[in-house]
T-cell receptor, first 118, second 114 residues
Protein backbone atom coordinates (compact mmCIF):
# COMPACT_ATOMS: atom_id res chain seq x y z
CA UNK A 1 0.00 0.00 0.00
CA UNK A 2 0.90 3.66 -0.06
CA UNK A 3 3.68 4.71 2.24
CA UNK A 4 4.89 8.09 3.41
CA UNK A 5 8.45 8.31 4.68
CA UNK A 6 9.51 11.04 7.09
CA UNK A 7 13.10 11.76 8.03
CA UNK A 8 14.69 12.21 10.49
CA UNK A 9 12.63 10.48 13.16
CA UNK A 10 14.40 12.26 16.01
CA UNK A 11 16.70 15.24 16.07
CA UNK A 12 18.36 17.11 18.89
CA UNK A 13 20.11 20.36 18.17
CA UNK A 14 21.29 23.55 19.74
CA UNK A 15 19.23 26.68 19.94
CA UNK A 16 19.71 28.92 16.91
CA UNK A 17 20.32 26.19 14.36
CA UNK A 18 18.02 25.31 11.48
CA UNK A 19 16.53 21.87 11.06
CA UNK A 20 15.14 20.34 7.89
CA UNK A 21 12.53 17.57 7.95
CA UNK A 22 11.71 15.61 4.81
CA UNK A 23 8.42 14.00 3.86
CA UNK A 24 8.36 11.63 0.89
CA UNK A 25 5.57 9.71 -0.73
CA UNK A 26 7.24 6.46 -1.75
CA UNK A 27 4.89 4.90 -4.25
CA UNK A 28 2.49 7.61 -5.28
CA UNK A 29 2.45 11.23 -6.35
CA UNK A 30 1.06 13.92 -4.09
CA UNK A 31 0.37 17.48 -5.24
CA UNK A 32 -0.54 18.33 -1.68
CA UNK A 33 1.11 17.39 1.58
CA UNK A 34 0.20 18.53 5.07
CA UNK A 35 2.38 19.41 8.03
CA UNK A 36 1.03 18.97 11.54
CA UNK A 37 2.45 19.71 14.94
CA UNK A 38 1.60 17.77 18.06
CA UNK A 39 2.45 18.83 21.60
CA UNK A 40 2.61 16.15 24.34
CA UNK A 41 -0.79 14.71 25.16
CA UNK A 42 -2.50 16.99 22.67
CA UNK A 43 -4.04 16.62 19.26
CA UNK A 44 -2.55 17.25 15.84
CA UNK A 45 -2.75 20.84 14.72
CA UNK A 46 -2.33 21.71 11.08
CA UNK A 47 0.55 24.07 10.47
CA UNK A 48 0.49 24.40 6.72
CA UNK A 49 -0.56 22.87 3.46
CA UNK A 50 2.31 22.22 1.08
CA UNK A 51 1.49 22.63 -2.59
CA UNK A 52 3.75 21.27 -5.33
CA UNK A 53 5.09 24.06 -7.49
CA UNK A 54 3.56 26.90 -5.50
CA UNK A 55 3.71 28.57 -2.11
CA UNK A 56 2.53 26.78 0.97
CA UNK A 57 -0.65 27.85 2.70
CA UNK A 58 -0.08 28.53 6.39
CA UNK A 59 -2.64 28.32 9.15
CA UNK A 60 -3.36 31.37 11.21
CA UNK A 61 -0.72 31.98 13.85
CA UNK A 62 2.02 29.96 12.13
CA UNK A 63 5.05 32.02 11.20
CA UNK A 64 5.90 31.38 7.57
CA UNK A 65 9.41 32.77 7.97
CA UNK A 66 10.00 30.45 10.88
CA UNK A 67 8.66 27.31 9.28
CA UNK A 68 9.79 27.21 5.66
CA UNK A 69 8.06 24.72 3.41
CA UNK A 70 9.29 23.63 0.03
CA UNK A 71 7.37 21.18 -2.17
CA UNK A 72 9.77 20.83 -5.07
CA UNK A 73 8.43 17.63 -6.57
CA UNK A 74 5.36 15.45 -6.54
CA UNK A 75 6.98 13.12 -4.01
CA UNK A 76 8.88 15.41 -1.65
CA UNK A 77 8.00 18.19 0.74
CA UNK A 78 10.40 19.66 3.28
CA UNK A 79 9.80 21.64 6.45
CA UNK A 80 12.70 23.75 7.71
CA UNK A 81 12.53 25.13 11.22
CA UNK A 82 14.76 28.19 11.06
CA UNK A 83 16.71 29.51 14.01
CA UNK A 84 15.09 26.94 16.25
CA UNK A 85 14.47 27.69 19.91
CA UNK A 86 13.36 25.47 22.80
CA UNK A 87 9.72 26.45 22.30
CA UNK A 88 9.90 24.88 18.82
CA UNK A 89 10.49 21.49 20.42
CA UNK A 90 7.59 19.30 19.43
CA UNK A 91 6.47 16.33 17.36
CA UNK A 92 6.07 17.18 13.68
CA UNK A 93 4.19 14.86 11.37
CA UNK A 94 3.40 15.04 7.68
CA UNK A 95 0.72 13.44 5.59
CA UNK A 96 0.00 13.01 1.91
CA UNK A 97 -2.89 11.90 -0.20
CA UNK A 98 -2.65 9.94 -3.41
CA UNK A 99 -3.16 12.05 -6.55
CA UNK A 100 -5.84 10.92 -8.95
CA UNK A 101 -7.48 7.53 -9.06
CA UNK A 102 -10.41 6.86 -6.76
CA UNK A 103 -11.50 9.94 -4.87
CA UNK A 104 -11.43 10.19 -1.12
CA UNK A 105 -8.31 8.11 -0.71
CA UNK A 106 -7.32 8.41 2.94
CA UNK A 107 -4.32 10.46 3.92
CA UNK A 108 -1.19 8.54 4.76
CA UNK A 109 0.98 9.76 7.59
CA UNK A 110 4.72 9.71 8.05
CA UNK A 111 6.05 8.33 11.31
CA UNK A 112 6.77 11.80 12.62
CA UNK A 113 9.84 13.70 13.75
CA UNK A 114 10.58 14.41 17.37
CA UNK A 115 12.42 17.71 17.52
CA UNK A 116 14.28 18.69 20.68
CA UNK A 117 15.99 22.06 20.87
CA UNK A 118 18.48 22.49 23.69
CA UNK B 1 -14.95 26.69 10.45
CA UNK B 2 -15.30 23.00 11.01
CA UNK B 3 -14.80 21.72 14.54
CA UNK B 4 -14.52 18.23 15.95
CA UNK B 5 -15.32 17.46 19.58
CA UNK B 6 -14.39 14.40 21.57
CA UNK B 7 -15.93 14.73 25.00
CA UNK B 8 -14.22 11.73 26.59
CA UNK B 9 -10.56 12.46 27.41
CA UNK B 10 -10.13 8.95 28.79
CA UNK B 11 -11.99 5.66 28.57
CA UNK B 12 -11.27 2.21 29.89
CA UNK B 13 -12.71 -1.18 29.08
CA UNK B 14 -12.20 -4.74 30.19
CA UNK B 15 -10.47 -6.98 27.70
CA UNK B 16 -12.98 -8.74 25.40
CA UNK B 17 -15.69 -6.21 26.21
CA UNK B 18 -17.15 -3.53 23.96
CA UNK B 19 -16.48 0.20 24.20
CA UNK B 20 -17.86 3.19 22.35
CA UNK B 21 -15.93 6.40 21.77
CA UNK B 22 -17.91 9.55 21.05
CA UNK B 23 -17.32 12.24 18.46
CA UNK B 24 -19.39 15.17 17.30
CA UNK B 25 -18.56 17.67 14.63
CA UNK B 26 -19.84 20.89 13.19
CA UNK B 27 -20.00 21.67 9.49
CA UNK B 28 -22.24 23.37 6.99
CA UNK B 29 -21.12 21.05 4.21
CA UNK B 30 -23.24 18.18 2.92
CA UNK B 31 -20.40 16.12 1.47
CA UNK B 32 -17.42 15.30 3.64
CA UNK B 33 -15.45 12.44 5.14
CA UNK B 34 -15.00 11.28 8.70
CA UNK B 35 -12.21 9.19 10.12
CA UNK B 36 -11.03 7.50 13.26
CA UNK B 37 -7.27 7.32 13.71
CA UNK B 38 -5.40 5.36 16.34
CA UNK B 39 -2.13 6.67 17.78
CA UNK B 40 -0.23 4.15 19.93
CA UNK B 41 2.77 5.17 22.07
CA UNK B 42 4.96 4.95 18.96
CA UNK B 43 2.97 8.00 17.78
CA UNK B 44 2.25 6.49 14.37
CA UNK B 45 -1.10 7.60 12.99
CA UNK B 46 -3.03 4.50 11.99
CA UNK B 47 -6.30 4.73 10.09
CA UNK B 48 -8.95 2.67 11.85
CA UNK B 49 -12.04 3.41 9.83
CA UNK B 50 -13.54 6.03 7.54
CA UNK B 51 -17.02 7.10 6.53
CA UNK B 52 -18.22 9.04 3.53
CA UNK B 53 -21.04 11.40 4.50
CA UNK B 54 -23.10 10.55 1.42
CA UNK B 55 -23.27 6.91 2.45
CA UNK B 56 -26.06 6.03 4.84
CA UNK B 57 -24.61 2.66 5.71
CA UNK B 58 -22.31 2.67 8.70
CA UNK B 59 -18.73 1.62 7.97
CA UNK B 60 -17.30 -1.50 9.57
CA UNK B 61 -13.78 -2.92 9.70
CA UNK B 62 -13.60 -6.22 11.53
CA UNK B 63 -14.06 -5.40 15.24
CA UNK B 64 -14.46 -1.69 14.57
CA UNK B 65 -17.71 -0.08 13.50
CA UNK B 66 -19.17 3.40 13.52
CA UNK B 67 -22.55 4.88 14.28
CA UNK B 68 -22.87 7.76 11.86
CA UNK B 69 -25.77 10.08 12.56
CA UNK B 70 -25.56 12.79 9.91
CA UNK B 71 -28.44 14.93 11.13
CA UNK B 72 -27.07 14.90 14.65
CA UNK B 73 -23.49 15.34 13.37
CA UNK B 74 -22.36 12.43 15.46
CA UNK B 75 -19.75 9.82 14.59
CA UNK B 76 -19.04 7.30 17.33
CA UNK B 77 -16.61 4.39 17.18
CA UNK B 78 -17.50 1.00 18.63
CA UNK B 79 -14.73 -1.45 19.40
CA UNK B 80 -15.93 -4.99 19.98
CA UNK B 81 -14.00 -7.75 21.72
CA UNK B 82 -11.41 -5.25 22.96
CA UNK B 83 -7.81 -6.42 22.86
CA UNK B 84 -4.74 -5.23 24.69
CA UNK B 85 -3.35 -3.94 21.41
CA UNK B 86 -6.27 -1.56 21.10
CA UNK B 87 -4.83 0.60 23.88
CA UNK B 88 -3.96 3.96 22.32
CA UNK B 89 -5.09 7.52 21.72
CA UNK B 90 -8.02 7.65 19.33
CA UNK B 91 -8.63 10.73 17.23
CA UNK B 92 -11.77 11.54 15.32
CA UNK B 93 -11.12 13.60 12.20
CA UNK B 94 -13.12 15.52 9.61
CA UNK B 95 -12.19 16.21 6.01
CA UNK B 96 -14.24 18.52 3.83
CA UNK B 97 -13.26 16.95 0.55
CA UNK B 98 -10.66 14.91 -1.25
CA UNK B 99 -7.14 16.22 -0.80
CA UNK B 100 -8.21 18.62 1.92
CA UNK B 101 -6.75 19.02 5.38
CA UNK B 102 -7.89 16.95 8.32
CA UNK B 103 -9.39 18.59 11.38
CA UNK B 104 -8.84 16.49 14.48
CA UNK B 105 -10.65 16.20 17.75
CA UNK B 106 -8.76 16.39 21.03
CA UNK B 107 -8.52 12.64 21.34
CA UNK B 108 -9.63 9.90 23.72
CA UNK B 109 -7.10 7.80 25.55
CA UNK B 110 -8.31 4.21 25.66
CA UNK B 111 -7.03 1.83 28.30
CA UNK B 112 -7.65 -1.90 28.12
CA UNK B 113 -7.93 -3.65 31.46
CA UNK B 114 -6.66 -7.25 31.39
Amino acid sequence: GAVVSQHPSWVICKSGTSVKIECRSLDFQATTMFWYRQFPKQSLMLMATSNEGSKATYEQGVEKDKFLINHASLTLSTLTVTSAHPEDSSFYICSAQRLGGVLNQPQHFGDGTRLSIL
Amino acid sequence: AQTVTQSQPEMSVQEAETVTLSCTYDTSESDYYLFWYKQPPSRQMILVIRQEAYKQQNATENRFSVNFQKAAKSFSLKISDSQLGDAAMYFCAYQMGGNEKLTFGTGTRLTIIP
